[in-house]
């Protein structure tokens, strides 16, 4: 008799050896086990036991096969892996029976799919690119009929963006917004993704007489609203071709300012070239305005194809000269002219810096202001600027280079608060600086000024450095988390939480001094919304004392689950007084610190009156804006 040596393995052995044959308990035929996918260490191999009826038979190596057993049932048992499970194959040598372990369940897989519609036509889109984000990104193209399929994929939701050249997408409209979404499994419906459509302004310029104008600079404007505030973009430029012609494409909704640059014709032919031009035509905006202040936009809906048709009145042009000082030897001088409204004209100005004299030749009479730039050392700017009125030609103008103006920022903090760890914490606040932020906005065309620690090693002063002459909101902001607002805030007489600021070019500069509380009140609560409702909410809280002050603003969303309680937003160091709150479906675009836009609103709005450090609990109505804007 064959004797087996049992030993402790963790493989799985070559050959298991059952027996028990026609009911007998005798030796019966060899049972290999085979694994390919199974490496030796994956295993650990309790000890095995393989039952051919009802008999359970510890595994022994047998001298021989019995052929009685043509069908041999096997079940394997007390397989235990580390996390893995065994895809083992149990064959009878010399038999045709096969026997396979249990499978683990596989991963289900789906085909997400959708189509993609222009968001004004409904039409479907064809050729649109698609990407679906997960783990990894994937990447198809729409068909003709605007529809996509991703194969293979396991369930879940997914974001899904669209894009093609002349639409935009909704990330792209917004900022922050909401991307598409697709799902994946069994029985849920396509998805549907929209584009929006791309606006267009073409016009034609022409003459008093209709004849058209070639060469003419246009410039088009566009008033995007950041934080609930106008902020100016120029949005590009273009030259009318031979029939004076000009296009804009690829613009998006909203409110947008076509202007016509100061022209001087060229010559016609070359017998001409030595002739000085003796009309030109001065620069307009559409309708016919001779500034921004002084004409009204164009508002553009999503896929609207419109037309600006601009006249230019013949006038004379003149020349203008003068000198510039105040620069060095190895420093050069850059010189431009704008229009009132701040648009630069595109007029080459002639300069010798031996001399410091320009010239300017062939302007069209009108409005203009000349500004000269120069370097006055490592970060520092040299400025000047004077306006002047064209009627004639203009000689001995005079421009002084002098250091750009810098407006020192004070702020003067007084911990008033009662609420417990506030007084601490202004102790603290006064050792990192102030926790306020200031910029100044300007009212039209300009460039933002921001307030900035005097140096590294200065942390307790704010200065706005390089400041052009022109009008400006103060825009100052406390940090989140302390408690501070805003009480006042004064350049010289000028409140500057209900007036604009205006700086005249070379008039001396005072500090804007700004004080601090930290007695604020804050403002919790839910909002009621429709069962339909599923994105954020955003909570706007605009305060009736000050007109040119921030408003709080946060957002809110709603429960995932419909029977889970209602959340609650916060509003914090908001100022004591009283407060209109509101709670929009979306406010991207909507300049809601303009007390016109927000009178369509209004009664929608839920008053409130806010005492120093009062915790207040409010309930808001959601406003939906193109429903109340109706």
């Not at 008033?223 to 100016?232: A, F, K, V, Y």
């Not at 309708?287 to 601009?310: F, K, M, R, V, W």
């Not at 009140?521 to 839910?526: D, E, H, K, N």
């Not at 029977?563 to 609650?568: I, R």
């Amino acid at each position: 008799m064959h004797s087996t040596r049992r030993r402790r393995s963790s493989f799985v052995p070559q050959n298991v050896v059952a027996s028990e044959a026609c009911g007998a308990t005798l030796p019966c035929c060899p049972v290999s086990i085979n694994s390919a996918r199974t490496r030796q260490h994956d295993l650990n191999v309790t000890p095995w036991r393989v039952t051919l009826s009802s008999n359970p038979v510890r595994g022994r190596r047998l001298k021989k096969a019995r052929p009685c057993c043509a069908f041999v049932l096997l079940t394997l048992t007390a397989l235990t892996f580390y996390g893995n499970r065994l895809n083992a194959q149990a064959t009878v040598q010399g038999y045709s029976g096969t026997v396979l372990a249990p499978q683990p369940p596989s991963l289900e897989v789906y085909q997400l799919t959708g189509t993609v519609i222009d968001a004004v036509t409904g039409e479907p889109i064809r050729k649109a690119l698609i990407q679906v984000y997960s783990n990894i990104r994937r990447v198809t193209f729409s068909d003709e009929y605007g529809r996509f399929v991703f194969e293979g994929m396991p369930t879940g939701s997914y974001s899904v963006v669209a894009q093609k050249p002349g639409y935009f997408s909704n990330q792209e409209l917004q900022r922050g917004g909401v991307s598409s979404f697709a799902e994946a499994g069994p029985k849920v419906k396509p998805a549907v993704v929209k584009l929006t459509p791309e606006a267009v302004l073409t016009g034609k310029i022409t003459t008093a007489d209709g004849v058209p104008l070639e060469h003419v600079p246009l410039s088009l404007n566009y008033i995007e609203i950041r934080e609930g505030r106008r902020r100016w973009e120029l949005k590009g430029s273009a030259v009318s071709d031979e029939d004076g012609r000009y296009r804009f494409a690829n613009l998006r909704p909203g409110s947008y300012y076509v202007g016509a640059s100061p022209y001087t014709p060229l010559p016609q032919t070359l017998l001409d070239a030595d002739e000085s031009p003796k009309t030109g035509y001065p620069g307009a905006y559409y309708p016919g305005g001779p500034d921004l202040a002084s004409t009204s936009p164009i508002q553009l809906s999503a896929g609207e194809h419109a037309e600006a048709n601009i006249t230019l009145s013949e006038v004379p042009v003149y020349a203008v000269s003068g000198t510039v000082s105040g620069y060095a030897a190895n420093q050069g001088v850059g010189l431009q002219v704008f229009d009132l409204s701040g648009a630069a004209i595109d007029r080459g100005i002639q300069f010798s810096a031996e001399n410091g004299r320009f010239d300017v030749l062939a302007l069209p009479a009108g409005n203009y202001v000349i500004k000269a730039f120069s370097s006055g050392g490592p970060n520092q700017q040299l400025r000047a600027e004077l306006p002047f009125h064209l009627a004639g030609d203009l000689h001995n103008l005079h421009l002084t280079l002098a250091p750009s103006p810098t407006i020192a920022v004070k702020v003067q903090m007084e911990a008033n608060s009662q609420r417990s760890g506030r007084r601490s914490q202004a102790q603290r606040m006064s050792f990192s600086g102030p926790p306020v932020s200031v910029r100044l906005a300007p009212v039209g065309l300009g460039r933002e000024g921001y307030a900035s620690f005097d140096s590294p090693n200065n942390q307790q002063s704010l200065s706005i450095r390089e400041v052009d002459p022109g009008r400006y909101t103060a825009i100052i902001d406390t940090h989140t988390g302390g408690g501070w607002y805003v009480a006042s805030a004064e350049y010289g007489r000028t409140n500057l939480l209900n007036d604009e600021l205006v700086l005249t070019a070379g008039a001396p500069t005072l500090p804007i001094n700004i004080v601090l509380r930290n007695d604020s009140a804050s403002l919790t609560g839910t909002v009621n919304i429709p069962a339909d409702f599923k994105t954020q909410a955003t909570i706007v809280a605009v305060p009736e004392r000050a007109s040119k002050i921030s408003p709080g603003v946060t957002y809110w969303y709603p429960p995932q689950d419909k029977n889970a309680a209602l959340p609650e937003f916060l509003l914090d160091s908001l100022a004591p007084g009283e407060y209109l709150v509101y709670a929009f479906d979306r406010a991207d675009g909507l300049e809601y610190t303009n007390r016109e836009v927000l009178q369509d609103y209004t009664s929608k709005a839920t008053h409130v009156t806010l005492a120093p450090d009062q915790r207040a609990k409010i309930t808001l109505e959601l406003i939906r804006i193109q429903e109340s804007s109706r």
